[in-house]
Each structure stands twice: as structure tokens, then as C-alpha cells.
């Protein structure tokens, strides 16, 4: 498909339109998902005076906006965390439509390759999957079998139709072979993260880690693959530095103040710091890949072999 640069602004704006629907969509899913409640039926209402939103309100970002962040009826303010998570969807999905499609290897300038908007679609998806995991383990300390069952039926799923889609060097070509890459992208993910919850929770003697992250993880090795379950994995108590220095310092203080500190003083969510890993690693990968993580991978396949044993030429 060939389309001028004007065409590539407009689709960039389209994009993020579209993001903008999807995080009004998963603002819904949030807040009613750990409650079992339908995402579908009632329409969007006041808690309070149970008034319906008319459809402008819900026009993402510009509702709230228009209402200056009140109930219509009851003058009820309505959290900035709605417009803001709206907007925070479209520029996320905006930033892969700069990846996957405007940065996509092209054999002419301008040309689309029909699987570059599919690869978008794709990561898209998991994108808001990670989102909605995100801010209910933000909110609850809860990840919901709806989002990371669903993610993982769709990461397999959809790998299986379009092998090609994940990206390197997790793609595949042939439908099996899509569906192997994606359970054992499932189970590396899941495993590892099982294998560290138990073996921390022992050395702890409490629960390190919740079930959540454990199919969270399963849920990212379905989607991208193992090598990039595993990296996230391994990244993402970086993500969660600033959280956790943050919870320390209130904890000392709490203790030097003298006030009883309760055990949610010492435990902060880790699926919003996986899934921000996993994000990282959809934006960065085409670079992360060839540049750094190959090396790395390759390097500990020759220290494993070299431990079993089996001569696979010289390490590195
Ligand atoms: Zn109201």
C-alpha cells in the first residue's frame, strides 16, 4: 500500500483516536472487571444519582472535559484518572504506529506493508490487555483471570492464525508451529515466574508475588514469545524502583514516627511493573533484539549446554 506523508499523519491521528475509544473502553473494564459485573450493559452512570452520560459525554478525553469533571445532575466530580487514562492509551498506541508502521523496514519510502498494520492490530491488543492488568493490580492487588485468560487465548490464537506476528525470533511459518512458539511462550512465562514466587514465598515464609503475575507472565510469553517473557521478567524490578523506595521511605517513617505499620506497608503490585516491561520491550525490541539481547540469549544457550556437558563449540 503506498500513501504520502499527509496520509501517514492523518493514520497517526486515526491511531490515536482509536486508543482514545479503547482506554474509555478499559476505564469501563477497570472498574467493573473485579466485581463480575457486565463491561457491556448498563450504559456509563453517576454512582450517585445514577444519571445516565448522554453520548457526548462519553466522548473520550473531551467528555470529561465539557463537564468539567462533574456529574451533569448531581455535580458529583468524576476522577481526572478517566480522560487521563484515555489519553494515555492513545499516545501508547500512538507510539507503536511510530514502531511498528512509520519505523517498519520498507522497501520504498512510504509503502505499508499490510502486515505492518497487522502487527500494530496485534501488539495494539496486547497493549490494552496490559493496561487494563495495570491499574486493577494497581487499585486491588488483583489480576483478573478475564484479562490474562483472554490474553493468553488471543496471544495463542492469533499466533497460530498469523505465525508471522510475533516478533523475532518467536515468529514461525506454519500454523503449528505458531501454536507451539505461543504454549511454550506460555509456559516459560508462567513457569519461571511460578519457580520464583514459590522459592521467594519459602524464603520469605510469606506470599512473594500473586497468582496474577504468574498468568500475567503466561500472558506475555503467549503474546511475544519466551525470550521476551523472560526478559521481561528479569526487567522489570527496575520499573518498580521508584515505587518501592517510595513505600520504604513511608514504612521508616511510619516506624520512627512510632505508628503501627500494617503488611500492605511492605508490598507493592508487581503487574504493573511486568506489564511496564513488556511495553518497553514492544517499543524497543526491533533495536533490543539484534543489538543486545540475541547475544545474550546466545550466550546463555552456550553456558547451559556447556554445563550439561555437551560441547557446542567455544563460549564467547
Ligand atoms: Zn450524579
Redo the contacts with the bound molecule.
Sequence with gaps: MFVSWPILVFLGFGVFCVGTVVGSFLNVCIYRLPWQKSVIWPASH?P????ALSPSDNIPIIGWIALRGE??????PISARYPLIEALVGLLFLGLYVVDVLLAPTEAWGQIPVSALATLGYHCLFMALLVAATFIDYDLMIIPDEVTVTGMVLGIGLGTLFPWIRPEPSTAVSHWAGLGVGILGLLAGAGLTAFIRSSFSFLLRREAMGFGDVTLMGMIGAFLGWQAAVLSFFLFPFFGLAHAGWKLMKYIGKRMAGIQSSSADREIPAGPYISMAAAFLMYSWPWLWPLWARNLFEMLHAIFWFMLGVNVGPLR
Excluded at 456529574?71 to 458529583?76: A, F, K, Q, V
Design positions: 453517576c450517585r444519582c445514577h444519571g456529574c451533569r445532575m448531581c455535580g458529583l
